[in-house]
Nanobody
Framework: QVQLVESGGGLVQAGGSLRLSCAASGGTFSRYAMGWFRQGPGKEREFVAAISWRGGITYYADSVKDRFTISRDNALNTVYLQMNSLKPEDTAVYYC?????????????????WGQGTQVTVSS
């Protein structure tokens, strides 16, 4: 069983930056593909970014491409989401997820473990 704990959320002005972290425990972190999803008010949970087990392959939603960067440190069992040029529409609860697969995936249903989420609020 893998436990995931997100941190780094908060309130930021439009144009600002935040770095989310997700610490994993209880499993062999390097064997999992990792992803970030978000759920805004009144919206469904949507894909944001994903990274393969070694970090060599990444995927991004079109809405965050060129602004967000996903990375991982397998020695620290941590995955990150660097978010730059934030917009009010990025406001959401951000969730970290782990998939029992080595390849990165954008499909929510392919993730096996989820964190509790961290709130990101971007003011205009």
């Amino acid at each position: 069983q893998v436990q995931l704990v997100e941190s780094g959320g908060g309130l930021v002005q439009a144009g600002g930056s935040l770095r989310l972290s997700c610490a994993a425990s209880g499993g062999t972190f390097s064997r999992y593909a990792m992803g970030w999803f978000r759920q805004g008010p009144g919206k469904e949970r949507e894909f944001v970014a994903a990274i393969s087990w070694r970090g060599g392959i990444t995927y991004y939603a079109d809405s965050v491409k060129d602004r967000f960067t996903i990375s991982r440190d397998n020695a620290l069992n941590t995955v990150y989401l660097q978010m730059n040029s934030l917009k009010p529409e990025d406001t959401a609860v951000y969730y970290c997820a782990a998939a029992r697969a080595t390849v990165a995936t954008m499909k929510r249903t392919e993730y096996d473990y989820w964190g509790q989420g961290t709130q990101v609020t971007v003011s205009s």
